[in-house]
């Protein structure tokens, strides 16, 4: 089974922070995605990639940017972190078509104080 | 517009007894459809994945169907489990496109 796993289930920052939330997949995908979730809102996606170094905007990239230096691994920057970017961020990787298998993290709980 | 709708929003059930949560899509061209369960505070697991070939799709106590003429899918859940519990969530997965959402809660 792939397996995408996110570093923290739960983290705690402070306003002006620049906090990085890591994602690890094993089984070599290609595409990789950053999502928020927000009570009433569904996901949102605010980047994704489809290679290393490669990286495409969502619906709702600002405040945010990515960093995929390995395959493996997509990074999600908040460059100075604010209370309205307070939610669930979900990681997903696939392979090269979407069919073939979509995958979420267990997700990271962010809250910004 | 593409899009993916849910209903209902919310549901009620007791142990025991089955339910249906329906999603319709409006998304072109049409690539695959899938549903996840999500459990609170977890991240989405996949339940089912279908083409549009594809009419109907089982998982256990979870079967999916698609009707691709009138672009609506349902999930139905037998038997229902106090474990059912969960958000679940239809997408488009071509274009990812996420639905709503319906949550599902089951009572003893």
């Known amino acids: 089974d792939v397996k995408v796993t996110q570093s923290s289930r739960y983290l705690v920052k402070r306003t002006g922070e620049k906090v990085f939330l890591e994602c690890v997949q094993d089984m070599d995908h290609e595409n990789m995605f950053w999502y928020r979730q927000d009570p009433g809102l569904g996901l949102r996606l605010i980047y994704f990639s489809y290679d290393v170094k490669m990286k495409e905007k969502g619906d709702i990239p600002e405040g945010y940017s990515v960093s995929r230096e390995k395959k493996e691994r997509f990074s999600l920057i908040l460059e100075s972190a604010s209370t309205n970017q307070t939610s669930m961020y979900l990681c997903?990787?696939?392979?090269?078509?979407?069919?073939?298998?979509?995958?979420f993290g267990s997700g990271t709980r962010l809250t910004v104080v | 517009k593409n899009q993916v709708e849910q209903s209902p929003q919310s549901l009620i059930i007791l142990e025991g007894k089955n339910c249906t949560l329906q999603?319709?899509?409006?998304?072109?061209?049409?690539?695959?459809l899938r549903w996840y369960k999500q459990d609170t505070g977890r991240g989405p697991v996949s339940l089912t994945i279908?083409?549009?070939?594809?009419n109907t799709k089982s998982n256990g106590r979870y079967t999916a169907t698609l009707d691709a003429d009138t672009k609506q899918s349902s999930l139905h859940i037998t038997a229902s489990q106090l474990s059912d519990s969960a958000s679940y969530i239809c997408?488009?997965?071509?274009?990812?496109?996420f639905g709503q959402g319906t949550e599902l809660s089951v009572k003893p």
């Open positions: 279908m083409t549009f070939s594809e």
């Open positions: 997903a990787s696939s392979e090269e078509q979407h069919y073939y298998g979509y995958t």
């Open positions: 999603c319709n899509y409006t998304v072109s061209p049409f690539s695959n």
């Open positions: 997408v488009e997965a071509g274009k990812l496109i």
